[in-house]
C-alpha cells in the first residue's frame, strides 16, 4: 500500500502526463509565421467545423501608426472582413463597413486566391489545403501599403 505523499506524486505525474498529451494533440487554429519587419499578421490560419456544424472566425484586433485601430475577422469558411476600429460586437461580414469586397473568396477546383488593398492596407488570402478533412486552412499576409497616402 503506498504511503499519502506517494499517492500524491502518482496523481500529479498522471495530471501532468494528460496535459501535456492533450496540448500536443491540440489544432491551433492560426500559426504565426511573422517577424513584423515585413507583416502585420502573417501565418497559416484554419476554419475548422464546430461541433455545432459551423465553421470557427478569429478576429484580429490591430492598431498601425496612420492607420489607427483595426479588426480582420478570418472566417467562418471562406470569409474575410476588415473593419475599422475595434468594437466588442460581432458585426455582420456583408455589411457596407467591411472594406474587402468581395468579402467570400471564390473557390474553384480547391483552389482560391484573394487581394485586396484598401485604408492602408493590404491583405491576402490563399488556400492551402489541409490535413483536417473538417478544416479549411489559408495562408494569410497583412501588411501596410507602403505606397499608400493613409
Known amino acids: 500500500m503506498a504511503s499519502g505523499g506517494s499517492k500524491w506524486l502518482v496523481v500529479t ?6 496535459s501535456v498529451v492533450f496540448a500536443a494533440t491540440a489544432f491551433p487554429q492560426f500559426t504565426s509565421f511573422n517577424d ?38 478570418m472566417g467562418p469558411y471562406h470569409e474575410f472582413a476588415l473593419f475599422r476600429g475595434v468594437q466588442d460586437d460581432h458585426r455582420d461580414h456583408s455589411s457596407a463597413d467591411n472594406l474587402l469586397k468581395p468579402y467570400v473568396v471564390e473557390v474553384d477546383r480547391s483552389l ?14 490563399s488556400l492551402a489545403g489541409g490535413s483536417r478533412e473538417d478544416c479549411e486552412s489559408w495562408w494569410i499576409s497583412l501588411r501596410a501599403n507602403a505606397t499608400s497616402s493613409n
Not at 37 to 66: F, H, I
Not at 112 to 123: N, V
Open 13 to 18: 505525474g498522471f495530471v501532468a502526463t494528460v
Open 36 to 73: 513584423r519587419r515585413r507583416a502585420v499578421l502573417e501565418g497559416n490560419w484554419q476554419s475548422c467545423r464546430e461541433p455545432d456544424g459551423k465553421y470557427a472566425e478569429r478576429v484580429y484586433d490591430g492598431r498601425l501608426p496612420g492607420i489607427g485601430p483595426f479588426e480582420l475577422h
Open 112 to 125: 482560391a486566391k484573394q487581394k485586396w488593398e484598401t485604408a492602408g492596407l493590404i491583405f491576402e488570402a
